[in-house]
């Protein structure tokens, strides 16, 4: 249960998303010049390398036990998925468009909840799955600021990243948080040291883009960390609405780095794909709480 200290909450779920917009930032400066797996395995290994350092010496054998190896580790080659997608997209498409669409995966859930869980879906639900689309088409308009390359990677990683969310709502009921972040940092690592033969050339960083690849560990690390506190400081229904200020902060940075701003029209779409996702969200943690009302009521 959360620890009733929603302001602590609030401000970790903030940091978690400047991470997250920063590692994007990161990537897709060092996309230009290094292979996209290259990148991939340094975020998940150092990711990996934290864990270890920080976390074994209390967890020992708790942190990789579990009884669904197999599930976990198709969840995080998912994620994977989406990570390498995304750096592939990113290195064509700007930062702020790219989180937006990015951000269509709630609408994807609801979706695929209602065919692989049977899970129903309401007509509110639809308009609002209805909306988030209309507001992707106004991003990936003819004549936008998104590529057809951009957008395909970027599609992929959301249905990716769509399909990681059904599976960890599925296996949270039965294992813990912590295992399930090292296992995908693991099978990231392992993943990609395994196809390491056919990236690798022998291209050597110099000290500052060292740093940089170094940098995307760290932030994936960090962020997800981040994000696991603020959800034991405050519910869910409190921090859902900021998980969107990483569209801010992404806003931000491309246009500090990259002098990228979006422009009218993409605005709206992303300020639609942000408010239809929302509504999903607040209405799913409103029928969950009534849900629990109800069994309480019948205890």
């Given amino acids: 249960m959360p620890e009733g200290r929603p302001f602590i909450g609030i401000l970790?779920?903030?940091?978690?998303?400047?991470?997250?917009?920063?590692?994007?930032?990161?990537?897709?400066?060092?996309?230009?010049?290094?292979?996209?797996?290259?990148?991939?395995?340094?975020?998940?290994?150092?990711?990996?390398?934290?864990?270890?350092?920080?976390?074994?010496?209390?967890?020992?054998?708790?942190l990789i036990a579990t009884k669904r190896p197999l599930a976990l580790t198709v969840r995080a080659l998912l994620l994977v998925g989406t990570t390498g997608f995304s750096f592939v997209a990113y290195s064509t498409i700007p930062l702020a468009e790219g989180t937006a669409f990015l951000f269509v995966t709630p609408l994807i859930v609801v979706i695929l909840a209602s065919w692989l869980l049977k899970e129903s879906v309401t007509p509110a639900r639809w308009i609002a799955i209805i909306a988030g689309f209309a507001g992707v088409l106004l991003i990936a308009r003819p004549g936008g600021a998104l590529s057809t390359q951009g957008i395909f990677f970027m599609s992929l990683a959301a249905i990716c990243y769509a399909v990681y969310q059904i599976q960890t709502r599925q296996l949270s009921a039965s294992e813990d948080t912590i295992t399930m972040l090292f296992y995908t940092a693991l099978i990231g690592t392992l993943s990609m040291s395994l196809a390491a033969p056919l990236y690798w050339h022998g291209i050597s960083p110099d000290w500052?883009?060292?740093?940089?690849?170094?940098?995307?560990g760290i932030y994936g690390g960090t962020g997800h960390w981040l994000m696991t506190r603020a959800f034991r400081h405050?519910?869910?229904?409190?921090?859902?609405?900021?998980?969107?200020?990483?569209?801010?902060?992404?806003?931000?940075?491309?246009?500090?780095?990259?002098?990228?701003?979006?422009?009218?029209?993409?605005?709206?779409?992303?300020?639609?794909?942000?408010?239809?996702?929302?509504s999903i969200a607040l209405a799913e943690r409103l029928r969950q709480a009534r849900v629990a009302r109800d069994r309480d009521r019948a205890c």
């Fill in 234 to 278: 405050a519910p869910a229904s409190i921090l859902s609405p900021f998980l969107y200020v990483q569209l801010i902060w992404a806003t931000l940075l491309g246009w500090l780095f990259y002098d990228n701003l979006p422009d009218l029209l993409s605005m709206t779409g992303m300020l639609v794909i942000a408010a239809s996702s929302l």
């Fill in 208 to 216: 500052l883009e060292a740093l940089l690849i170094a940098s995307l």
């Fill in 12 to 62: 970790l779920i903030l940091g978690a998303g400047l991470c997250f917009a920063a590692l994007d930032a990161t990537s897709k400066h060092l996309v230009q010049t290094f292979p996209v797996p290259m990148l991939v395995w340094s975020r998940y290994t150092l990711h990996m390398l934290l864990m270890v350092i920080f976390l074994a010496p209390s967890m020992r054998t708790r």
